[in-house]
């Protein structure tokens, strides 16, 4: 299963750079905010699995600076800095969702095979002058895409931020979310199974404060009948992982470095949000979604100029999971092991 990276492709005229090993197909679009548009499972037979939600109602196109996200977001793998909402940072007032996934990024091929391939992908942001560089790396016959990153301050001025992973998952079928968590905050917004929001808990188990106390297991997705929406984060976490597992054992999961990403918020429409059956998996370095905020109770953190954040995460994808406990910063997948596919 060599590894290859093609550049001959495109997506509605847009650039598409494709690293594949037999395993694992990856599909980056540089000019549309840097995003990976498609990770493929390719040993889920004819065609493979995609792993990654796309908006049936919108396509991937380029999208204006200062858009509004939610409005034109397609889906797939894209990144959020400095901000979630908008807001104003150290003098700048910056777009939804911030500077990053609406920038086209450079790229070019660092390692062409056959033992491994990598591409780096690299961006000047507009306002806040950070330098971003981002290295994807695939290696023969393995189901797991490492990704490295290089943040630098080069502004003038230092910065208040966050920095988010933003990747969106299908959930068309049941499947199991697990992660690292301890407890989990959900936020003021949408229609949560529990009925309310600004409420703390214990994961994996939301009890509502009624006479009744049902408890609500918060790892299990929901039918797009519910019509439920939620948007949460752990403000504590005892591993840096999170997972999507599918009935069928497969399944996507992400490990990452709890010293840079000490949250990993989700948000989730179970038929609740613009009738979208989707799920988000959002690795994170603080909470609230208020910067501001954050940074005044310390949960956020700022960058000051000319200091750089230094970071790896690996994304794998894997079969014949019945759970998933953990994952590995090298992509190992822990957990039962089911009969319905092979492990990785």
């Known amino acids: 299963m060599r590894a290859r990276v093609s550049t001959d492709w495109s997506f509605h005229g847009t650039q598409a750079l494709v690293l594949e090993n037999g395993r694992l197909r990856a599909v980056v679009l540089p000019a549309l905010g840097g995003r990976i548009w498609q990770l493929t499972q390719l040993t889920q037979l004819p065609h493979g699995r995609d792993l990654l939600w796309h908006n049936p109602r919108i396509t991937a196109r380029p999208v204006p600076f200062g858009a509004v996200y939610d409005d034109v977001f397609f889906g797939g793998w894209d990144e959020l800095f400095p901000n979630d909402a908008p807001e104003e940072l150290a003098g700048e ?109 214990r994961w994996p188990y939301l009890v509502e404060e009624t006479a009744a106390g049902r408890r609500h297991d918060m790892r299990t997705t929901l039918p797009g009948a519910s019509r439920v929406s939620e948007f949460q984060y752990a403000t504590d976490l005892d591993g840096g992982w999170c997972a999507v597992t599918y009935a069928d054992g497969c399944g996507i999961g992400m490990a990452f470095d709890t010293a840079v990403f000490r949250s990993c918020w989700t948000f989730a429409s179970y038929g609740g949000w613009r009738a979208h059956q989707v799920l988000v ?61 092979r492990a990785s």
């Not at 895409?145 to 910065?159: F, K, M, T, V, Y």
């Not at 994170?284 to 970071?311: F, M, Q, Y």
Request: include cysteine; proline fraction near 8%.
């Open 93 to 201: 007032v910056y777009p939804d969702h911030g500077e990053l996934w609406t920038s086209p990024w450079s790229w070019r091929i660092v390692a062409e095979g056959p033992d491994a391939v990598q591409v780096r992908l690299s961006l000047d942001t507009p306002i806040s002058a950070c330098r971003f560089t981002k290295t994807l790396t695939l290696v023969a016959g393995e189901p797991r895409l490492g990704i490295g990153w290089r943040i630098e301050n080069a502004g003038s001025r230092d910065l208040p931020y966050l920095w988010k992973q933003h990747l969106a998952v299908p959930v068309d079928e049941p499947a199991r979310l697990t992660m690292g968590a301890r407890s989990m905050y959900v936020e003021d917004f949408g229609s949560p199974r529990s009925g309310r929001t600004g409420t703390w808990y």
């Open 281 to 341: 998996l959002e690795p994170c370095t603080g909470h609230p979604i208020s910067v501001n905020e954050g940074v005044a109770a310390g949960t956020h953190r700022i960058l000051p100029v000319g200091e750089v954040i230094d970071t790896e995460l690996t994304v794998v994808a894997y079969e014949g999971m019945a759970d998933v406990s953990g994952i590995t910063p090298d992509g190992g997948v822990e957990g039962d092991r089911s009969d319905c596919g």
